[in-house]
């Protein structure tokens, strides 16, 4: 089945006083607010187990924002599938566009990396999505079915039915400027129909697509009202309780 997620990426922000702020007032207002969708967070990796600590019950899902295409040995400053496996964290997100941007990485190490993270049992958010300049030159269906191609069709039916799938334009992130709700439902749709091409309809209708890309308080409710539009994941109003809330009920208008 579908699942309804609204997930924050925190990026490199807030020291470990806000983070545990931040994390604590999360708890209070899940405690307070049953909420429609699962609410997932991916805070810095130096911050996972505190999560974990506080969020005992798994209210609250942990992601990595990144972990390593390696197994384990002499990779300084990465983390890997197993750490994340032994500190019993939900997953990682595999592939946001800063990650490529400013670390090279490309869709044959996502593979990698989401084969690795499965074979763990941790939950990938496989992130695509094209520049701005893709898109005005009109490529961005070709380029969004590329990417997940090479990324995640050598997966089997059971492993890619157990990914979720973020679509984030790269000109949409931390702009301000959010793809249309139209915009955005027209590569969703795109991405489930590539996934139902190869592996039938009942596999792509189990997948949760996620769409980010400046998702605000005022925004939420209309993109996740679209027919292939499952959640978010968040980045700027993820840092912010009352904005995180209010986008967590965009699901349960
Ligand atoms: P913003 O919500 O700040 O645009 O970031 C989106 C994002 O990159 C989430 O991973």
Redesign the pocket.
């Known amino acids: 089945m579908r699942r309804k997620i609204v997930a924050g990426?925190w990026?490199m922000n807030k020291n470990v006083i806000d983070a545990q702020q931040l994390m604590f007032q999360l708890l209070q207002y899940k405690k307070n607010n049953p909420a429609s969708c699962e609410v997932w967070i991916a805070p810095p990796a130096l911050y996972l187990l505190m999560a974990k600590d506080l969020y005992e019950n798994n209210e609250i899902g942990i992601f990595a924002q990144d972990m390593s295409a390696h197994e384990s040995g002499a990779y300084t400053g990465e983390i890997s599938a197993d750490m994340l496996e032994s500190i019993e964290a939900t997953g990682a997100?595999i592939g946001?566009?800063?990650r490529r941007q400013y670390h090279g990485e490309t869709d044959a190490h996502c593979n990698q990396k989401v084969k690795l993270a499965l074979d763990k049992g941790l939950t990938p958010i496989y992130?695509n999505g094209e520049t701005l300049e893709q898109r005005k030159a009109g490529q961005h269906l070709e380029v969004v079915k590329n990417q997940t191609e090479v990324a995640l069709f050598t997966l089997s039916a059971e492993e890619i039915k157990k990914v979720v799938i973020?679509y984030?334009p790269i000109w949409?992130?931390?702009?301000g400027e959010t793809a249309t709700p139209a915009q955005a439902q027209e590569i969703h749709a795109h991405i489930r129909s590539l996934i139902a091409a190869k592996y039938g309809q009942e596999v792509a209708d189990e997948i949760s697509i996620l769409y980010?890309?400046?998702?605000k308080p005022d925004n939420a409710k209309e993109i996740f009202s679209q027919p292939d539009i499952d959640g978010g994941?968040?980045?700027?109003?993820?840092l912010k309780i009352d904005d995180f809330a209010k986008i967590i009920e965009g699901f349960n208008a």
């Open positions: 990426n990026k997100i946001h566009s800063e992130c973020a984030e949409a992130i931390g702009t980010g890309g400046s998702v994941l968040i980045g700027g109003a993820a």
